[in-house]
């Protein structure tokens, strides 16, 4: 059982940038690919981020290529996701999970909370 624990949201004006984070418990870390998604007050969660096991691919959603940017330290059992040029379109919880595969999803954090004023 893998627990994910995410951190580094909070409110940010539009422009602004943050880095989220997402440490795992599991020592076997490196073998899952990580992933982030986000799901805003009354729509479906969607895909944001992910990265394979090693960190030599990563995948993101339209909207997200060029501004944000996921990467992992295997050694820290961590996965990061830097966002830039935020948008209160960005306004959502942003939960990170981990899989088997990119976008599995078989376990996932609580989220963290992240507000863009416009």
């Known amino acids: 059982q893998v627990q994910l624990v995410e951190s580094g949201g909070g409110l940010v004006q539009a422009g602004g940038s943050l880095r989220l984070s997402c440490v795992a418990s599991?020592?076997?870390?490196?073998?899952?690919?990580m992933d982030w998604f986000r799901q805003a007050p009354g729509k479906e969660r969607e895909f944001v981020a992910a990265i394979t096991w090693s960190g030599g691919t990563t995948y993101y959603a339209d909207s997200m290529k060029g501004r944000f940017t996921i990467s992992r330290d295997n050694a820290k059992n961590t996965v990061y996701l830097q966002m830039n040029s935020l948008k209160p379109e960005d306004t959502a919880v942003y939960y990170c999970?981990?899989?088997?595969?990119?976008?599995?999803?078989?376990?996932w954090g609580q989220g963290t909370q992240v507000t863009v004023s416009s």
């Open positions: 599991e020592r076997t870390f490196s073998t899952y690919a």
């Open positions: 999970a981990a899989g088997r595969e990119v976008a599995l999803g078989d376990y």
